[in-house]
């Protein structure tokens, strides 16, 4: 294979044996030009192809280079004599199965993935007492001790190194509990015989730093090339430079403009002070450059070069240079009213690329910054009957046919698991609708069982076809628990999709839809096959934690570049998947403020803020010296324009950028800089935008892909919520046996009435449980009280109280991404007063807590105010505004309340706070707060502090205590107006009357 170089390959390819640093830009051909050297050193230096040693980053570029090496020596690969080629965790496995008795390690020692690394330091969070650590969300903790973990070994460090230092504030004491999970994680792997990738490495530093071992190393190789090596850590930097310092003849090969794995613990400083690291008798190792882009047109060149800009200096090439006879390309922009409108637009552009331009369908790629903006674009490209490829990972589990499978997996492995059942009883198996679960749902609750137990059960009152439905699920159900005790979770997956007949279903679907089913089914299969489980525990349990980790965003931008098929499709995947990947056409959707470039919502790795950070001190490098906000902001923002120049440069013809003001988050978006940088080149074309965000859509989907099959609801769950809003006896007209309803009403009313009241034998102390909102009811009047709670009355139907719990819950899952399906009187509705004028919910979206994660949610409590009172009640939602600081939120769906009362509701919050074990430790500094959604956001705040707490205290003791003693007087107030016992309360209605003769104002 004859191939010419060009000037700067052939500096390259003809330099001495001396270590070189080569600064290679994105598209310019350098795993070919390290082959060629590669090749010309085994051809022209007298080197052994087994002398040579090849490293790079992922499996798919080891492949790469192994294969343009026996491309460039035949002869040598025709006798089986090849260069060594590796991965550098590899390279680490190597030398541990080689020498690892000499520090105590078996050679045959298993290696974990992340799925199983999670599940042991589950099994080592729950064997402490951490005193600091909040373990009401263990899934949390587990991320961050994976990170703690991950960030100690990249520095050849080790969880005593934290242990030994003397914390000095609450974030380091926090830390230190994380370091004794960490130790009790290493015991766990020790006695398993397991080791994660960290460890690889650092056993690896630790026998090559054993200077006999490091020779017999050394002495075999005369020549080392490190691909990739911008995605290096400090701690395989150590031990590559213990191995090959000292002048060693080693080419590293990067470019640090895409250094984009930062997150996961690569070093900047390992490309940057490669000359010093890998010096030769002090003198500074040389670089040569990359810089002719061999991929891209040169307006594709020209947005990569502006994105270069923003990155600023990090030693690699100065810009990008087009090839001679290089196309001038397309570069494109449009902004949008709404997602789905953009959505709707790049189908048909990629439609319009395929039939007027000839590209095939896996010639173009839409490129993602995260998962959760994939669904919306797959199902646009479905509905034009185009077929797609979801390479992401985490995006994958959101297409129909594998979410299907995964829930099938979830219900096996988590019975408990009651969206994954509804999703099954829903979909096309059973065609079961809403309506027919409410029996299995409430006989569940009777049961204090799960819905799966109810269906045993079969004592529900259902209609036959229901019936018949769930015992084929049943059935089919037991056949594959008992399957999955004993097969491989490939062919588990396998027998679900045989059973369901999921396989038949896929094929009766028509042309392009048919093959985006099967390529993603035979990823999700890929996927299961690779899982290696881990001998004598459940691999089913700990495979589906995997996939948990795939499903967030920042855990599913894997480290691997993505595998594609080779089918005719369109990729969709995210932009850290992409790297080492080209297409002719690229698309990168979502380009907005907060997305790409993305803002820093999961935190800044901050070690003073995080305890999931490593201390400056503690580093190998010195990238994290500085700790201010502005120097970590700063390499946030860095590394996104470092993504940003990957996700551009994967285009060899066609670039398209777009954006909406309105996505899911429900808050107009903005164009983001990186839209700008680009829309402000020459050449570049610029779609006429949507000049104002105006109303958000109602729905931001591409429409439902199939009927509900509900048949009560036959107009779709959509319409029937907003029938039920606008109508409250719509709900009651549907039901098939209303009077049926009613008489069985009177006659269980008129039993109770004839049971004998139970004699008071002996005298005891009268206890008191009374809910929060019934403590500002009778606050604002104790008669009210009494007929709400003591002797009730009837109450009339309430469209405020309906639409504060919708709203609530619209609210709860925007938080947590799920809503109790029978919860409806659980939250604390003290509703307001005043009607609202807007939309409450547009209120939330637009307002700061929308855009913040809350620590806690809907956080149901029981607070002990004395030894004969209980407050029961449920928080809206909690922010840590920075470790032992909080603020309490509970959200009004109407405008400010004139009701004083209504204050007591944040006294119990506050209270709860302190003593009713909300969270691990007690928060320091407390904020309560109303947040008012009915006229836009209106905040009122009580700030809390030890004579706040005091009052509040003695002011809700004497609350309780007027209950215990039956004071129930009438106390009229403007309140009266809205009262449902107006009728039975002559003075209420006597004081109204005076606010009428007054002209206070309507009713």
């Given at each position: ?189 020790r006695r398993l015989g397991v080791a994660d990738y960290s460890d690889l490495i650092r056993y690896g530093y630790e026998i090559v730093s054993e200077p006999s071992v490091g020779r017999r190393i050394r002495d075999r190789y005369r020549v080392v090339l490190l691909d990739e090596y911008q ?773």
């Amino acid at each position: 294979m004859s191939i010419t170089p060009t000037t700067e390959q052939r500096r390259i390819i003809e330099y001495p044996l001396e270590p070189l640093r080569v600064a290679a830009g994105a598209g310019t051909g350098k795993t070919t030009t390290i082959a060629m050297r590669l090749a010309a050193l085994v051809r022209e230096a007298d080197i052994e192809p087994e002398a040579a040693l090849g490293i790079t980053f992922t499996n798919k570029a080891a492949e790469e280079l192994a294969d343009k090496l026996r491309l460039h020596l035949p002869d040598f690969a025709r006798e089986g004599r090849e260069v060594e080629v590796t991965t550098y965790h590899g390279f680490a496995h190597g030398i541990v199965g080689e020498f690892g008795p000499m520090v105590g390690i078996e050679r045959d020692i298993g290696v974990i993935g992340s799925g199983y690394q999670r599940e042991l330091l589950r099994e080592a969070l729950g064997a402490g007492s951490p005193e600091l650590l909040d373990l009401t969300s263990p899934a949390r903790r587990v991320d961050e001790l994976a990170v703690l973990g991950a960030r100690l070994g990249d520095h050849l460090r080790s969880p005593s190194d934290i242990l030994a230092l003397r914390p000095d504030d609450e974030v380091e004491a926090a830390r230190r509990e994380m370091a004794a999970v960490l130790e009790r994680y290493e015991t766990l792997k020790r006695r398993l015989g397991v080791a994660d990738y960290s460890d690889l490495i650092r056993y690896g530093y630790e026998i090559v730093s054993e200077p006999s071992v490091g020779r017999r190393i050394r002495d075999r190789y005369r020549v080392v090339l490190l691909d990739e090596y911008q995605d290096t850590n400090p701690a395989q930097r150590e031990l590559l430079l213990q191995l090959f310092g000292d002048g060693f003849p080693v080419t590293a090969v990067g470019d640090p403009d895409q250094t984009i794995y930062e997150w996961r613990g690569a070093s900047l400083e390992n490309f940057a002070a490669f000359p010093d690291h890998f010096s030769v008798a002090g003198k500074p190792a040389k670089t040569l450059a990359l810089g002719v882009n061999r991929r891209s047109d040169r307006r594709i060149i020209d947005a990569a070069n502006a994105i270069k800009k923003r990155i600023g200096d990090t030693q690699g090439v100065e810009r990008l240079v087009a090839r001679p006879d290089a196309e001038t390309g397309t570069v494109s922009l449009a902004w949008f009213h709404a997602a789905t409108d953009e959505a709707a637009w790049i189908a048909r552009e990629v439609r319009r690329l395929h039939d007027s331009q000839g590209l095939r369908w896996r010639d173009m790629a839409l490129l993602f910054r995260k998962n959760r903006t994939i669904p919306l674009l797959r199902e646009a490209l479905d509905a034009l009957d185009i077929p797609v490829e979801v390479a992401a990972l985490g995006g994958l589990l959101q297409v129909p046919e594998v979410a299907d499978l995964h829930a099938w997996m979830r219900l096996i492995g988590h019975p408990d698991d009651a969206p994954s059942l509804v999703r099954i009883l829903l979909g096309s198996c059973y065609r079961l609708g809403m309506g027919d679960l409410v029996p299995l749902a409430r006989r569940g609750r009777e049961l204090g069982a799960t819905m799966l137990v109810a269906i045993d059960e079969e004592k529900t009152e259902l209609p036959e076809t229901v019936r018949s439905r769930l015992t084929q699920f049943r059935e089919r159900y037991r056949t594959l628990v008992t399957l999955a005790q004993g097969v491989t979770l490939v062919d588990l997956a396998r027998h679900i999709l045989d059973a369901t007949g999921a396989w038949a279903e896929v094929e009766a679907l028509e042309g392009a839809r048919r093959l985006s089913a099967r390529l993603n089914l035979y990823r999700f299969l890929d996927l299961a096959e690779e899982w290696s489980p881990l001998e004598g525990r459940p691999s089913l349990d700990a495979f589906l934690d995997y996939l948990d980790l795939l499903r967030q965003d920042a855990a599913s931008e894997e480290l691997d570049t993505a595998t594609l098929s080779g089918e005719d499709a369109v990729s969709l995947l995210t932009v850290h998947r992409a790297k080492g990947l080209e297409w002719s056409a690229v698309f990168i959707p979502a380009v907005c403020s907060g997305t790409f470039p993305s803002s820093a919502h999961g935190g800044l790795d901050d070690p003073q803020r995080y305890p999931r950070s490593l201390p400056a001190s503690l580093r190998i490098d010195h990238v994290g010296d500085d700790t201010s906000e502005a120097a970590l902001r700063s390499r946030h923002d860095a590394q996104e324009w470092r993504a940003a120049y990957v996700a551009v440069t994967r285009a060899k013809h066609h670039l398209v950028l777009t954006g909406a003001y309105w996505y899911t988050t429900g808050r107009a978006k903005k164009p983001s800089a990186l839209f700008d940088a680009v829309a402000r080149l020459d050449g570049v074309t610029v779609e006429p935008p949507v000049g104002d965000p105006g109303e958000p859509p109602e729905a931001l989907r591409t429409g439902q892909r199939v009927p509900t099959p509900d048949p009560l609801f036959s107009e779709g769950w959509e319409a029937a919520f907003e029938n039920a809003a606008a109508d409250p006896g719509w709900l009651e007209r549907l039901s098939q046996d209303a009077e049926g309803f009613a008489v069985q009403q009177r006659r269980l009313r008129l039993v109770m009435d004839e049971l004998p009241k139970n004699p008071r034998l002996i005298p005891r102390q009268p206890k008191l449980k009374v809910s929060v909102t019934n403590l500002v009811t009778y606050a604002t009047c104790p008669k009210r009280y009494f007929w709400t709670a003591v002797d009730p009355l009837p109450r009339r139907p309430s469209h405020a109280a309906r639409r504060g719990i919708e709203i609530h819950r619209r609210i709860e899952l925007h938080n947590l991404g799920t809503v109790p399906l029978t919860d409806a009187e659980g939250y604390d509705l003290v509703t307001t007063d005043r009607p609202p004028r807007g939309d409450p919910f547009a209120a939330y979206l637009s307002s700061r807590f929308a855009a913040q994660r809350p620590q806690f949610v809907e956080v149901a409590f029981e607070l002990v105010l004395s030894p004969t009172v209980n407050v029961k009640g449920r928080i809206d939602a909690i922010y840590e505004r920075s470790p032992g600081s909080w603020e309490i939120v509970d959200f009004k769906t109407g405008r400010r309340s004139a009701n004083p009362a209504v204050k007591v509701q944040l006294e119990v919050y506050a209270i709860a706070a302190r003593e009713a074990n909300l969270a691990t430790d007690p928060p320091r500094t407390i904020e309560v707060a109303f947040v008012y959604l009915g006229d836009g956001l209106d905040v009122v705040t009580e700030r809390v502090d030890e004579t706040w707490l005091g009052e509040a205290h003695e002011h809700l003791e004497s609350l309780t205590g007027a209950i215990l003693e039956e004071e129930f007087v009438e106390t009229p107030s403007p309140q009266c107006q809205w009262c449902d016992f107006l009728a039975f309360c002559p003075p209420g209605r006597a004081f109204l009357r005076g606010l009428d003769t007054v002209g206070a104002g309507p009713r």
